[in-house]
């Protein structure tokens, strides 16, 4: 009966060892596997070396209005304002790795822009570092010192940039009309023909206000007289297309100007 026993405890002891061994070898495979999980996860969640060493940028391409440091104490001009068109490019130094200079049309070093991360990050991703600017220079008042603004035509495309340098072609260009003595009734139209491409660009820029491009409104007025006089009557047909700048003088230049193209119209009838 003792040796029944005795077998009988042997029996149970070795199904309660084996049973322990098989639930520490289960519970050890478990925490293996959260622990391996877990790993897994943290690898998921990590940022790649591209993502936090990416360029900060523009949100959105267009003009950006900035403020011109270091204007030459050497540079001259004749108006109490200096009005240039040139080109902004990015010049790291060892001072300020971000360093954006301005030059004028002829290469002329007119001030710059600092320490600005987000400006020289975006002219070199999108421009090669190097892109069309515009801007003005203003003496003070005592004129020792000089300040200065600079439009910075950043992401714009080809197109864009294009029809931006022509809108101050053609604003040259009116200038040196508006400035003979003898004006033709084909150079007055030119320059509304112009004045259209002009304030059509500026609206699609949104830089309206940064570009003075208004047109004095005796233009009109005086074109009409002067085309009649002619008797250029395709002419004032030309001037109708030009409606909106019509209706904006007085009543009575409107009506005048309008008189003579309905006149025009007869005769050519």
């Known amino acids: ?148 603004i600079v439009y910075i035509s950043a992401g714009l495309n080809s197109s864009q940039t294009e029809d931006l340098k022509n809108v101050f072609e053609k604003l040259n260009k009116r200038h040196r009309i508006l400035s003979k003595p003898d004006i033709s009734s084909e150079e007055y139209l030119q320059i509304l023909d112009d004045h259209k491409f002009i304030s059509r660009v500026l609206f699609q820029l949104d830089i309206v206000d940064e570009i003075d491009a208004s047109l004095s409104k005796k233009i009109i007025p005086a074109l009409s007289r002067q085309l009649e006089d002619e008797q250029n009557y395709e002419g004032l047909l030309k001037l109708e297309k030009h409606s909106d700048l019509i209706d904006e003088l007085s009543e009575r230049f409107a009506a005048a100007t309008y008189k003579r193209i309905r006149k025009a119209r007869e005769k050519l009838s």
């Open 1 to 148: 009966m003792k040796k029944v026993k005795s077998v009988i405890f042997s029996i149970a002891g070795t199904l309660l060892s084996a049973t322990a061994c098989l639930l520490w070898m289960t519970r050890k495979k478990k925490e293996t596997q959260i622990v391996s999980g877990t790993d897994d996860a943290k690898e998921d969640t990590t940022v790649s070396p591209s993502a936090t060493s990416a360029p900060e940028l523009y949100r959105t391409a267009g003009v950006k209005k900035l403020e011109l440091k270091n204007i030459p104490e050497s540079l001259t001009f004749s108006d109490s304002s200096y009005d240039f068109t040139g080109l902004a490019r990015v010049h790291p130094n060892e001072h300020d790795k971000y360093n954006v200079d301005v030059l004028d049309n002829n290469g002329s070093f007119l001030g710059n822009i600092v320490k600005n991360r987000r400006l020289s990050h975006s002219l070199s991703e999108w421009h090669a570092g190097e892109v069309f600017a515009f801007g003005k220079i203003n003496k003070s008042n005592n004129e020792s010192a000089l300040s200065g």
